[in-house]
């Protein structure tokens, strides 16, 4: 085989191998947890915005602080669960901004499930994050992009327009 045509066969051996490998590459990139609520972000501009995943994990240790000061959220955040609902909330808000990170939590619906949570209680929960955000110094059109994402979320969260209950008072945890 002389060395146009012994070029030409790799380079369409090559090509046929890039092509069939592209969507299984596409897969694994759209591949993401069925639980987390929303798909991720494009990009990693808005993960590296938020100091990446040490970026994230000191603004919900802030995040956590508001909720327990706060008194229309504290009775749901109060409580021995803190540690896991941080590192879940960690993964979750990592992964769907393209972190690298896998939500190994539970969907929205189910890890609501055994709570009232009412209008009040869930735009309590965003403001305290706004202010996590704001005290990290997270840029606003960041903030925005991530809140843009989290809000369909509050379907699944916002169980009652009734008074809200936390879970200790459910479950009796």
């Known amino acids: 085989m002389n060395f146009k045509v012994k070029a030409f066969v790799t380079a369409l051996f090559a090509g046929a191998t890039i092509m069939l490998t592209l969507p299984a590459m596409a897969d694994m990139e759209t591949e993401h947890s069925p639980n987390l609520g929303n798909t991720p972000m494009e990009?990693?501009?808005?993960?590296?915005?938020?100091?990446?995943k040490e970026g994230l994990v000191k603004i919900m240790d802030d995040f956590m602080i508001g909720l327990v000061a706060d008194p229309r959220t504290k009775p749901f955040f109060d409580n021995n669960k803190q540690a896991i609902i941080k590192a879940m909330l960690v993964e979750q808000m990592c992964?769907?901004?393209?972190?690298?990170?896998k939500y190994p939590g539970r969907d929205m619906t189910t890890a609501h499930a055994n709570m009232k949570?009412?209008?009040?209680?869930?735009?309590?929960?965003?403001?305290?994050?706004?202010?996590?955000?704001?005290?990290?110094?997270?840029?606003?059109?960041?903030?925005?992009?991530?809140?843009?994402?989290?809000?369909?979320?509050?379907?699944?969260?916002?169980t009652t327009d009734g008074a809200a209950v936390p879970p200790t008072k459910l479950s009796g945890q």
């Not at 990009?43 to 990446?52: D, H, I, P, S, V």
């Not at 992964?95 to 990170?101: D, P």
């Open 43 to 52: 990009g990693t501009e808005t993960f590296q915005a938020f100091g990446g």
């Open 117 to 158: 949570v009412n209008r009040e209680a869930f735009n309590a929960l965003v403001e305290q994050f706004q202010f996590a955000m704001d005290k990290h110094d997270v840029p606003f059109s960041a903030q925005n992009k991530l809140l843009a994402k989290l809000a369909p979320m509050y379907r699944q969260i916002e």
């Open 95 to 101: 992964e769907l901004m393209n972190g690298g990170c």
